[in-house]
């Protein structure tokens, strides 16, 4: 099996920052490509930023600039850095990754998202 787990969601002030953490752990063969999608209350799951094995990042308009990706390997972890909040980043965020495990192949995965509140 394996499992994402998010962590540094939190309430926080227009201007602030937070930093997200997500990592896959269990029979894991290889990361590929993982990535940060948001949820605000009432629309849809989308994309706000991805990262590949070799590093390659694609990021949504609306938070170039100002958000960040990275991964460590060797922790199979993501980050997201996320600076000049606005209220309208408000979303519950969720780490995604496409991971090949032993024996069974690749997958997509979920985690189970993290509360990001921006007061104005």
């Known amino acids: 099996q394996v499992q994402l787990v998010e962590s540094g969601g939190g309430l926080v002030q227009a201007g602030g920052s937070l930093r997200l953490s997500c990592t896959a752990s269990?029979?894991?063969?290889?990361?590929?490509?993982m990535g940060w999608y948001g949820q605000a209350p009432g629309k849809q799951r989308e994309l706000v930023a991805t990262i590949t094995s070799s590093a390659g990042t694609k990021y949504a308009d609306s938070v170039k600039g100002r958000f960040t990706i990275s991964r460590d390997n060797a922790k199979n972890t993501v980050y997201l850095q996320m600076n000049s909040l606005k209220p309208e980043d408000t979303a519950v965020y969720y780490c995604?990754?496409?991971?090949?495990?032993?024996?069974?192949?690749?997958?997509?995965?979920w985690g189970q998202g993290t509360q990001v509140t921006v007061s104005s």
């Open positions: 269990g029979s894991i063969s290889s990361i590929n490509a």
């Open positions: 995604n990754a496409d991971i090949t495990r032993r024996l069974f192949g690749a997958s997509n995965y």
